[in-house]
């Protein structure tokens, strides 16, 4: 990957030079600032309440419009992460180790999106605010897995090192989820009782196109913080590298200083 | 590989056995774990009879961080990991080591915790045959990930602090399979148990696979 902020490059994704933002992710915030007024008005208001079967949402099903989307935008952060982390192995250059670091934060804010709206429709329709649902828990252990991950990074120093060895943890994470997903799902489904609704209601017509509306804008909205998250992340790698050649000049300035008039009477 | 394995696990074997801390440190642990418990859960003995499954892969749980712990520790100090990359040692064998000298702590740790759990929770084993099976297999996929984290976080100043936010989410599976294995014996309703101990299986053999070919690069950063 090249730098995605070369000065001289005119255009779309030049960034300020004092920030993360382009004329292209000023344009995309926009649209998407827009849309999510848009989607406000076709989920809380146009579209209709379930009311399909017996044990139907009502209105409670507005918000799995956002509660899916979001779910899903963090599964594709997470999968993202485990791609750059395995184009890192391959390629070991920067930016993909930046793109799965990116990707881990910006996804775990999703998987905290994904838990609290989870957690508030459970609060209305089961009566409290934890359930052991299947896929609550499995998400539960997914957030902290790469909360982990995201420690990881902050505890590794040297930047070759902690690309290595995040972009392993990234990828071993990522096959975790599915281990996670099913033995959680098996535990449950033996113990689950019939009276807990589930969560997927015959979904059509409004409903439907605001779900749709929803994971389209989930998405943008990742793509849109995965362009400031990313540029961030590059910076800091950039300040970082700096960082450590300034350092080693001043060491070099300093040996040269330190040997320059040799004192009498020193062999060296 | 399976020869430098030998190596790894005679040399672990020894410092053990020359130093003696899982027995005057993990085994002791592991039991007040198991007094812990019937502190936390009032020793009414119902309670702690119908969650021994639990409490006891809890316990081998937390043993295991501390066996993991000492496994690495005893690697990382005066360079003994550069030593192990230059002694020419196959990274893979060195991971194959290093798991199965944690398993066979958690072994011993294993039959301490079972003869603490039947007198102190008053709890009758039964379904031996599923109880040893699930006990081997739980312990390798343990021990398996334990290696592949421990070597990860072996490196770094806040191994302690990070080691258990890293390892307990990836083996939260073992430990919800093993808990309903053994429950599935001591209720001698061992169908379901076989499926979970299957589940150990596979869990132990991805995680194996996973470190044969990972241990390496990761031996390279600690």
Known sequence: MTSPSTGSRAGFLRMHPDGTASYGSRVLGSVLLVAIALFLLVALVTSPPDTSEADAMGD???IMYVHVPVAIACYTAFLVTALASAMYLWKRTEGWDALAAA????????TALTLATGS??????????????????????????????????RAVIDPVSR??????LGLVAFVNVPIVHFSVDWWRSLHQKATISRFDPAIEGQKLFALMFGMVLALLAYAWLMLHRFRLQWAEAQVEAKGLDVALAERRAEARADSDPIPEGVNS | MLRDARLVVGKDLRLEWRSRVTISQLLPFALLVLVLFAFALDPDREILAEATPGLFWLAVLFSTLLAIQRAFAVETVD???DALRLSGLDPAGIFLGKAAGIALHLLVVEVALGVGVTVMYGTSPSGPLLL????????AGLAAAGSLYGVLAAGLRVRDTLLPILWLPVVAPVLLAATEAFAAAYDQASGAGWRWCGLLAAF?????LIGIFAFEPLLEES
């Open chain 2, 132 to 139: 040893v099976c699930t006990a081997l297999a739980a312990t």
């Open chain 1, 103 to 110: 990707s881990a934060e910006v996804g775990v804010v999703f």
């Open chain 2, 204 to 208: 132990a053999l991805l995680y194996s």
């Open chain 2, 79 to 81: 360079g003994i990991v």
């Open chain 1, 120 to 153: 508030i429709w459970g609060h209305t329709t089961w009566g409290t605010w934890w359930e052991w649902d299947p896929r609550l828990t499995s998400t539960a252990l997914m957030f902290v897995m790469y909360l982990g991950y995201l420690a990881l990074r």
């Open chain 1, 163 to 168: 690309a290595k060895q995040s972009a392993i």
């Open chain 1, 60 to 62: 409670l099903v507005r």
